[in-house]
């Protein structure tokens, strides 16, 4: 699903497109969105980003647009039918969606984590739960899924599942300032496409040619040459170095 990476990709791509335009229209095509285009009013003031929401300030108020699992938006001709399409002096943004999972609303029932680029190190690690599922409660940290967590432990040289509460003050440093140098390498690179992932021109991310571990299995490992592992943590596939990533 789009994270931090792919979102902020996103959300530079339509500040450039969008800011200070109006929007001159908005059809809906999907019963699932029926409502949400009485949100879309007036011009665009700020694109901005929450975790992996998009927030769009117009005129007539903030709308939060949640890509879901396979959302994305497309500027220009869609390659397949969309869900919801917006018109701006300049073009139609689509909004197309596989799995039918994102959704449009007035701003609230925003998760309450600290942005990594933005924020600083979260003071409170006290949970017994294992690292990666921490970082990724988005009332903790926003916008860290399943890629960017498994990848930023790796980079931070820590055992996924170790209990957050375990970790001391320098390895939590250590992860935060990982987390964030997985991010800017990633945005820099239009994010990560596993599956449905494409930003506004409808282009590929390229950061899934510099995964060290994220669906590596059996691979060796860039830094030590064992074997990558795979787990299973909360129901998501976990990769990870048992030579490197040891507490
Ligand atoms: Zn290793």
């Given at each position: 699903m789009p994270e931090l990476a792919e979102v902020e990709t996103l959300r530079g791509q339509l500040e450039e497109e969008i800011?200070?335009?109006?929007?001159l229209g908005v059809s809906v095509f999907d019963s699932k969105l029926?409502?949400?285009?009485?949100?879309?009013?007036?011009?665009?003031?700020a694109v901005k980003r929450h975790g992996k929401a998009l927030v769009l300030t117009l005129e007539g108020g903030d709308v939060v647009i949640r890509l879901g699992m396979s959302g994305r938006l497309k500027l220009g001709a869609p390659e397949r039918p969309p869900r919801l399409t917006l018109r701006f002096p300049g073009g139609e943004i689509h909004l197309i969606?596989?799995?039918?999972l994102s959704s449009i609303g007035p701003l609230g029932g925003l998760p309450k984590g600290?942005?990594?680029?933005l924020g600083d190190p979260p003071l409170v690690w006290d949970s017994s739960r294992p690292v990666k599922a921490l970082l990724m409660d988005q009332d903790f940290l926003l916008g860290v899924g399943n890629i960017y967590a498994s990848e930023a432990l790796f980079v931070a040289a820590v055992d996924p599942f170790v209990p957050a509460s375990r970790l001391s003050p320098e390895e939590r440093l250590r992860i935060f300032g990982a987390v964030r140098e997985v991010l800017l390498e990633a945005i820099s690179l239009r994010g990560t496409t596993i599956s449905d992932w494409r930003d506004l021109y409808g282009r590929p991310g390229l950061y899934q040619e510099r995964l060290r571990v994220y669906g590596k299995e059996g691979r060796p490992c860039p830094r030590c040459g064992s074997p990558i592992r795979r787990r299973v943590l909360s129901g998501r596939g976990t990769w990870f170095c048992p030579s490197c990533q040891v507490q």
């Open positions: 800011l200070g335009e109006e929007v029926r409502g949400s285009e009485v949100l879309f009013r007036g011009r665009v003031c969606d596989r799995r039918r600290v942005d990594p680029l």
